[in-house]
Nanobody, 118 residues
Framework: HVQLVESGGGSVQAGESLRLSCAGS????????MAWFRQAPGKEREGVAR????????TYADSVKGRFTISVDNAKNTVYLQMNSLKPEDTAVYYC????????????WGQGTQVTVS
């Protein structure tokens, strides 16, 4: 049984940083492709960042490129999203997910963590 639990969200001022964590169980991160999504009220779900099984290849949405960094610690089965230079438009519920390799197709996902930027 696969579980994903996000943490690290909160309320910050514009220009500040947050680091989100996603602890997984029931599978190995080393053989998975992990991603972060976000959804703001009235907005479509957006794929923010993705990291392939090896951890060597990452993909970012244009809106966060240069500000956000995704990484994974396979030994801890934890994926991270470092968010710098946060903007009010980054406000959303952030979800981590396991996706099909090289895709944005959701396989398993967590309950989300709220990020609010003022």
């Amino acid at each position: 049984h696969v579980q994903l639990v996000e943490s690290g969200g909160g309320s910050v001022q514009a220009g500040e940083s947050l680091r989100l964590s996603c602890a997984g169980s029931g599978f190995r991160y080393s053989t998975a492709t992990m991603a972060w999504f976000r959804q703001a009220p009235g907005k479509e779900r957006e794929g923010v960042a993705r990291i392939l099984n090896s951890g060597d290849i990452t993909t970012y949405a244009d809106s966060v490129k240069g500000r956000f960094t995704i990484s994974v610690d396979n030994a801890k089965n934890t994926v991270y999203l470092q968010m710098n230079s946060l903007k009010p438009e980054d406000t959303a519920v952030y979800y981590c997910a396991r996706v099909g390799g090289g895709t944005w197709s959701l396989d398993y996902w967590g309950q989300g963590t709220q990020v609010t930027v003022s």
